[in-house]
């Protein structure tokens, strides 16, 4: 099993920047893709970005805004999100796909940006 704690959500004003923070622990399988998603209220949950083997990949929305790191000594993952807009609102989860070994996702962490 791996658990997933997000943290660094927040209340900023447009423009503003926050750092999410993903931190992985247990029985860590080698080659999981770290990834971030992120869902309102009555809508699916998305996709934000995605890192394995220091590769990343973004959702269109988020493209030259959000920048997604890893270290891998601390088992942890981070999401760098600047030039934030009211639409960034959700909550942010962050999510371990580890192949045969399994998915796994965190609980969440509140971003919300205000006009």
């Known amino acids: 099993q791996v658990q997933l704690v997000e943290s660094g959500g927040g209340s900023v004003q447009t423009g503003g920047s926050l750092r999410l923070s993903c931190a992985a622990s247990?029985?860590?399988?080698?080659?999981?893709?770290m990834s971030w998603h992120r869902q309102v209220p009555g809508k699916e949950r998305t996709f934000v970005a995605s890192i394995a083997s220091g590769y990343t990949q973004y959702g269109q929305s988020v493209k030259g805004r959000f920048t997604m790191s890893e270290d891998n000594a601390k088992n942890t993952v981070s999401l760098q999100m600047n030039n934030l807009k009211p639409e960034d609102t959700a909550t942010y989860y962050c999510?371990?796909?580890?192949?045969?070994?399994?998915?796994?996702w965190g609980r969440g962490t509140q971003v919300t940006v205000s006009p």
């Open positions: 999510k371990s796909n580890c192949g045969p070994y399994g998915s796994f």
């Open positions: 247990g029985d860590i399988p080698s080659n999981c893709v």
